[in-house]
């Protein structure tokens, strides 16, 4: 498993990984707010890039198995249909990879994320998330959606959630053991904005939504229908 403590990687070409780091630092920065889509279309273009050059794409952050399990969270939070294929057609595992490497933040919830995701599927089924029957696996992510659920319900009562004096963020996952499923909900909140900005922003997901933009695509935020429309797609919208 990768650790969210290791250097982030470093991009050859220094003006290109210095935007592809403004970009990464920006993501946590707005935490739920919308990515630019000239932002998001740059780091398409670093994977598409790869792609041509060395016929495939190498992992900056993942292992094999971390990046596999991105791409199923990613095909089932928006899965291929008649008019266009999936988040993980789109390059939502690539794209999220990419910011991660360049962002000790994000490369620690994701990190975390999909460790904290293996070990609570061995608890119920004795597999990895990637092993597991997709009726297996569908079920564990219902179960942080409705968690997720009525994580909000209570805060609309005022009533905390899952506290713990130890657990604070994913850097202690590990470290300590964290309540209940408080670390999947957050991570596949997080899983679910990222694979939904990777689709609506690759040209799968432009074609998909029939967004027009003009010339100046930099001065345009995806508008919010475009991203429910995307969310449509999805059986875990949350």
């Known amino acids: 498993m990768s650790s969210a403590n290791e250097p982030l990687v470093q991009i050859e070409d220094p003006s290109r990984r210095d935007a592809l780091r403004s970009i990464a630092l920006a993501v946590t920065l707005v935490a739920g707010g919308q990515m630019k889509l000239e932002a998001a279309q740059h780091v398409h273009a670093r994977a598409r890039d790869e792609k041509k050059k060395t016929g495939s794409y190498a992992p900056k952050l993942f292992n094999d198995h971390e990046f596999k399990t991105l791409g199923r969270l990613a095909e089932l939070i928006i899965p291929a ?6 988040a993980r057609d789109a390059g939502a595992p690539e794209f999220i990879d ?3 490497s360049q962002n000790e933040d994000l490369a620690a919830v994701f990190t975390g994320g999909l460790s904290w995701l293996d070990a609570e599927m061995r608890t ?4 990895s998330f990637v092993g597991a029957t997709a009726e297996q696996q569908t079920a564990m992510l219902d179960s942080l ?26 850097r202690s996952y590990g ?3 964290a309540p209940g499923l408080g670390p999947g909900v957050a991570f ?6 990222m694979a939904v900005d990777a689709f609506y922003t690759s ?16 001065e345009f935020e995806v508008p ?3 991203i429910d429309h995307a969310l449509k797609h999805s059986p875990f919208a949350g």
């Open 175 to 177: 470290t300590y053991g």
């Open 124 to 127: 119920r089924y004795s597999v």
């Open 145 to 170: 959606v409705e968690a997720e659920q009525t994580k909000r319900a209570r805060a609309a009562l005022g009533q905390t959630y899952e506290a713990s004096e130890h657990y604070r963020d994913f």
């Open 203 to 218: 040209e799968i997901g432009i074609k998909d939504v029939d967004f027009r933009g003009n010339a100046t695509l930099s």
């Open 81 to 86: 249909d008649t008019v266009s294929g999936s």
């Open 98 to 100: 990419l910011l991660a």
């Open 224 to 226: 919010k229908a475009a």
């Open 188 to 193: 596949f909140g997080w899983m679910r904005k």
